[in-house]
Antibody
Framework: QVQLVQSGAEVKKPGASVKVSCKAS????????IHWVRQAPGQGLEWMGLINPTGGRTSYPQKFQGRVTMTRDTSTSTVYMELSSLRSEDTAVYYCAREVPTVTTRYLDDWGQGTLVIVSS | DIQMTQSPSSLSASVGDRVTITCRASQSITSYLNWYQHKPGKAPKILIYAASSLQNGVPSRFSGSGSGTDFSLTISNLQPEDSATYYC?????????FGQGTKVEIK
């Protein structure tokens, strides 16, 4: 079965960077985009971007341009999300999710378990 | 960028009630609209894709409708386990914005 297993919780100081991993199994890794979504305490879901594992092409919203970097390692079927210049507002649970395309749409079908990142001095 | 506006932000209803959540896109997204259920401490779960297609394994009391800019999610015969926050998300183009969420509480 499809599994996305994320790395463990992190505590970082303001200004530092964090790199969260998402290891995929149970399907052809290069065939499906991976997205990153976060939820800050008391807030809604926020889309952070996607990566195409085939060629590594990425797409980020303007809000995170210059601060987020998504990469992949096809040899280990792992996707990484690195967020730099952390501030307290980046405290959140970060999720990776696999996008499934259909004839009429595409949606996030399988999700990682979430990684809590706390930014605190 | 496409903006997604959900309403209401929260609602409270009784077991057995029928509730409807609406989602409006700032421009046409045809049927590229998905609905997710999110419970505390768990990963979000896909309920409805392509505006009206029920994901395998999701109870038939969940239904979706709409196209273009206006969409809705209906829960018929509300059950205690439906207590959650529900999000719409457009998958028409990037950035793939979510709605603000609707928290459903069971009275």
């Amino acid at each position: 079965q499809v599994q996305l297993v994320q790395s463990g919780a992190e505590v970082k100081k303001p200004g530092a960077s964090v790199k969260v991993s998402c290891k995929a199994s149970g399907y052809s890794f290069i065939s499906y985009y991976i997205h990153w979504v976060r939820q800050a305490p008391g807030q809604g879901l926020e889309w952070m971007g996607l990566i195409n594992p085939t060629g590594g092409r990425t797409s980020y919203p303007q809000k995170f341009q210059g601060r987020v970097t998504m990469t992949r390692d096809t040899s280990t079927s792992t996707v990484y999300m690195e967020l730099s210049s952390l501030r307290s507002e980046d405290t959140a649970v970060y999720y990776c999710a696999r996008e499934v395309p259909t004839v009429t749409t595409r949606y996030l079908d399988d999700w990682g378990q979430g990684t809590l990142v706390i930014v605190s001095s | 960028d496409i903006q997604m506006t959900q309403s209401p932000s929260s609602l409270s209803a009784s077991v057995g009630d029928r509730v409807t959540i609406t989602c409006r896109a700032s421009q046409s997204i045809t049927s590229y609209l998905n609905w997710y259920q999110h419970k505390p401490g768990k990963a979000p779960k896909i309920l409805i894709y392509a505006a009206s297609s029920l994901q395998n394994g999701v109870p038939s009391r969940f239904s979706g409708s709409g196209s273009g800019t206006d969409f809705s999610l209906t829960i018929s015969n509300l059950q205690p386990e439906d207590s959650a926050t529900y999000y719409c998300q457009q998958s028409y183009k990037t950035p793939r914005a979510f709605g603000q969420g609707t928290k459903v509480e069971i009275k």
